[in-house]
């Protein structure tokens, strides 16, 4: 990760742009819907390198949580069902919590991009 937010500060830099302006999805986000027992979303980055970064940043917090999602990554895009599966795989709370904060990662970068 430290990598990544360093090319994006070199890139930044470079072109005189706020690195806001770099990492973020290249399509408008879009809401989660509710289907088949599951909260869904789908994500489009402009690179690989970038889908990925978001799925580690994911990962850590789902960690924490002791939440784990169901996803796919194929290139840019990051596909993401979350469902309880201790609660009989139902949309519950807990998937409500973790999709807010994934959320939160995609608007409100770490310090370190301000």
């Known amino acids: ?3 990544n937010i ?6 930044a830099l470079k072109h ?4 806001r302006e770099i990492y973020k ?3 408008p986000f879009t809401m989660w ?17 970038e889908a990925f970064a978001f799925m580690t940043r ?3 917090e789902a960690e924490k949580m002791d939440h784990h999602p169901r996803w796919e990554n194929t290139y840019n895009k990051v596909e993401i069902w979350l ?4 609660a009989g795989d139902i949309v519950t709370d807990k998937d409500r919590r973790l999709s807010a904060l994934i959320d939160n990662l995609l ?6 991009f301000e």
């Open 16 to 19: 005189s742009i706020h690195l």
């Open 58 to 60: 994911v990962a850590l």
């Open 107 to 112: 608007h409100n970068l770490p310090q370190v």
């Open 1 to 3: 990760m430290a990598i």
């Open 25 to 27: 999805p290249i399509k």
């Open 33 to 49: 819907t509710e289907q088949k027992n599951t909260l869904y979303r789908k994500f489009e980055f402009a690179d690989f390198s």
């Open 6 to 11: 360093l090319n994006l500060k070199i890139v």
């Open 83 to 86: 469902s309880t599966h201790d």
